[in-house]
T-cell receptor
Framework: DAGVIQSPRHEVTEMGQEVTLRCKPI?????LFWYRQTMMRGLELLIY????????DSGMPEDRFSAKMPNASFSTLKIQPSEPRDSAVYFC??????????????FGDGTRLSIL | AQTVTQSQPEMSVQEAETVTLSCTYD???????LFWYKQPPSRQMILVIR??????QNATENRFSVNFQKAAKSFSLKISDSQLGDTAMYFC???????????FGKGTKLSVKP
């Protein structure tokens, strides 16, 4: 079975540019999560979708970040304009079931984002 | 606030020996789920083991087992017969029953030495 697919694997861009990260969850999973990993803050949730609807976006740092899930098989995380402090590894994860049954989340390989 | 604490930033173990990684958490919820994830140098996040808080029996997966002490809010991971491929960062995490997202500890870097 195909796992969670993220693209690109690496992204290097200059400050001020728009960055779009993409995620294809595991087929049949109805929950999708975007996490960010940095040395300083560890792994933290950015946003969480259930059945394509954003449920919790309290972790989105500021208005420069936006996320969409137009259908059950695709999600994007966009940063505009990007800043050097956005440099991190961004993970997408998906799980089956609702929020009450603690189903394990399966992670993509992550996107390493470097903003110069 | 919900928190997860991993008090051992780094650990090392000889190949074939047993090692235990510590994790404590803080929550007022009664319904929650606990996880250990492994992140090797390849950066992947790999699920190691899952524990349901309402189950008293400790979860096991091959060489990996947990010691779940609900009253103490402790969830340690024991790796038996350590292998070189176990070298990785290990993250303890939990999900509250009322929420969907994982809350992670800062991780323990485990090195298995030949």
């Amino acid at each position: 079975d195909a796992g969670v697919i993220q693209s690109p694997r690496h992204e290097v861009t200059e400050m001020g540019q728009e960055v779009t990260l993409r995620c294809k969850p595991i087929s049949g999973h109805n929950s999708l999560f975007w996490y960010r990993q940095t040395m300083m803050r560890g792994l933290e949730l950015l946003i969480y979708f259930n059945n394509n609807v954003p449920i919790d976006d309290s972790g989105m740092p500021e208005d420069r970040f936006s996320a969409k899930m137009p259908n059950a098989s695709f999600s994007t995380l966009k940063i505009q304009p990007s800043e050097p402090r956005d440099s991190a590894v961004y993970f997408c994860a998906s799980s089956s079931g609702g929020s009450l049954d603690g189903q394990p989340q399966h992670f993509g390989d992550g996107t390493r984002l470097s903003i110069l | 606030a919900q928190t997860v604490t991993q008090s051992q930033p780094e650990m090392s173990v000889q190949e074939a020996e047993t090692v235990t990684l510590s994790c404590t958490y803080d929550t007022s919820e009664s319904n929650y789920y606990l996880f250990w994830y492994k992140q090797p140098p390849s950066r992947q996040m790999i699920l190691v083991i899952r524990q349901e808080a309402y189950k008293q029996q400790n979860a096991t997966e091959n060489r990996f087992s947990v010691n779940f002490q609900k009253a103490a809010k402790s969830f340690s991971l024991k790796i038996s017969d350590s292998q070189l491929g176990d070298t990785a960062m290990y993250f303890c995490a939990f999900i509250r029953g009322s929420q969907g997202n994982l809350i992670f500890g800062k991780g323990t870097k485990l090195s298995v030495k030949p």
